[in-house]
């Protein structure tokens, strides 16, 4: 049998080495690149289900905190104008205030409950409202805090009218100013008394 030459043994050699180097190609490193890009798929399709669930949770957080929002708006309308009118606490705010601000309080007359007047399309409000009567006296600047303390209250109180009469100085006494204020308490749900007296 005759021995190949060099020069073919090589030729046969490069062949065997070209179709050994196709041979894996195609059976171990295709196949990995077909994997890979199936992994680069199923990790674009994860990245959108993330992007998804965080836009979605996002949303939700936003709905909770505009849920708790909300119940804190609510508790602070209802501690405002609650459903009764709790006149025996309103009146100690107006007294305290009276003290936190040098003016002395002299008279408080409650009124009975009056009902909120309809609106022009004839629709009637859900609150009524406890007119109060007050007698104050003081400095100017201490009626003008009064008065500030009085609309700062959570509690839904309005000043509808104030009225101020100037008392010159006497030998006695230096001069101060009298006030009459009438202000309305407001109720969310109707009642029939005050149940309430002047202190």
Same mark, same amino acid.
């Given at each position: ?10 030729? /046969? ?33 994860? =990245? ?5 669930? =965080?836009?979605?949770? &996002? ?25 009764? !009118?709790?006149? !025996?606490?309103?009146? /100690?705010? *107006? ?12 008279? *408080? ?10 609106? #022009? ?9 406890? #007119? ?11 009626? %003008? ?23 010159? &100085? ?6 101060? %100013? ?22």
């Amino acid at each position: 049998m005759r021995q190949l030459s060099a020069q073919v043994q090589m030729y /046969i050699a490069i062949g065997v080495i070209v179709v050994v180097t196709l041979a894996v190609a195609f059976l171990v490193i295709l196949p990995l690149f077909q994997e890979a890009s199936a992994i680069k798929g199923e990790i674009a399709t994860e =990245q959108q289900n993330l992007a998804t669930a =965080q836009a979605l949770l &996002a949303r939700r957080q936003s709905a909770k905190a505009q849920s708790a929002a909300n119940e804190v708006e609510l508790m602070r309308i209802a501690n405002a104008i609650p459903d009764a !009118p709790q006149l !025996p606490s309103v009146i /100690i705010e *107006l007294q305290d205030i009276a003290n936190a601000s040098g003016v002395e309080f002299i008279s *408080l007359s409650p009124s009975d409950l009056t009902l909120a007047a309809a609106l #022009p399309d004839g629709t009637v409000p859900a609150f009524s409202s406890v #007119p109060m009567s007050l007698t104050l006296s003081g400095s100017w600047s201490e009626l %003008i805090d009064y008065m500030n303390r009085v609309h700062a209250l959570d509690r839904g109180v309005r000043v509808t009218t104030s009225s101020f009469t100037y008392v010159p &100085a006497t030998e006695e006494e230096p001069a101060f %100013i009298n006030a009459s204020v009438t202000l309305e308490v407001y109720v969310m749900a109707a009642s029939t008394t005050t149940g309430a007296s002047a202190p």
